[in-house]
């Protein structure tokens, strides 16, 4: 259980653990490195879908003209999507935890309360007795009505949001601008995909320092991975 504090100042903020604001919660940044990273590699799958699908033989200046209309176009409304669903998803999540302190609040059974609490918790709850419980039932029960968690839109789910967009819409460039610069289709499609690779490598070496793998190896695996998804994607269609 944790969300929103509205207040700003320095870099380490005071963290609600009712409300869950991404950008209390961090100090630093509205979207964890899961999430930044998340958002770079959908924008960048999307961009590639066209590049990759780009013939070299048959492309003139118009046909290349045409794909990167396409390919900022679509970012541009799949970023728009994505923000939307951030949005919508921090207000569900708010929602759930507000149903869950009501339900702890109205439970006349202390072992209900508990196996609500315990539920919400999740695994780690094992390492709680009754006691410990019962201590977090009685703080949520002495909350103010003004500390609980809103169901609806929050300035930190806007931030947010505009953060989802630009991710989005901003990877895009990296993987077309080639194109822009170099006039030859089969030239520029070779550079794009370099910067591709490069990209794949960057988030798959940030995802692995985040989650304690070794970097360069987890930057390898994002590359074969992703290569292996894009031409999975453009053989359906996508």
């Not at 695996?221 to 894009?230: N, P, R, T, Y």
Request: proline share 5%.
């Amino acid at each position: 259980m944790a969300d929103d504090d509205m207040s700003s100042g320095p870099a380490v903020r005071r963290h609600d653990p009712l409300t869950d604001d991404p950008i209390a919660a961090s100090g630093r940044s509205v979207l964890d490195p899961i999430d930044r990273i998340s958002e770079v590699l959908f924008g960048l799958f999307m961009v590639l879908t066209f590049t990759g699908a780009l013939s070299v033989l048959d492309s003139g200046r118009d046909e290349v003209r045409s794909m990167l209309v396409a390919a900022i176009g679509c970012n541009i409304a799949w970023g728009f999507v994505d923000a939307v669903m951030y949005v919508l998803r921090n207000m569900v999540g708010r929602g759930r935890k507000l149903r869950l302190i009501r339900a702890v609040r109205d439970t006349a059974k202390d072992e209900r309360a508990h196996r609500l609490i315990g539920d919400e918790i999740g695994p780690l709850a094992a390492a709680l007795d009754a006691a410990d419980l019962e201590r977090v039932r009685n703080w949520l029960a002495a909350q103010p009505a003004h500390a609980l968690p809103s169901p609806t839109p929050t300035r930190s789910d806007l931030r947010g949001a505009l953060a989802v967009f630009l991710l989005v819409f901003l990877s895009t460039f990296p993987v077309v601008l080639p194109f822009f610069f170099i006039a030859d289709a089969g030239v520029a499609k070779r550079a794009s995909a370099a910067v591709a690779i490069a990209m794949l490598f960057a988030c798959g070496y940030a995802w692995g320092r985040y989650a304690g793998f070794k970097a360069w190896r987890s930057g390898l695996v994002m590359v074969a991975l992703g290569i292996a998804v894009e031409a999975i994607v453009i053989a359906l269609g996508g």
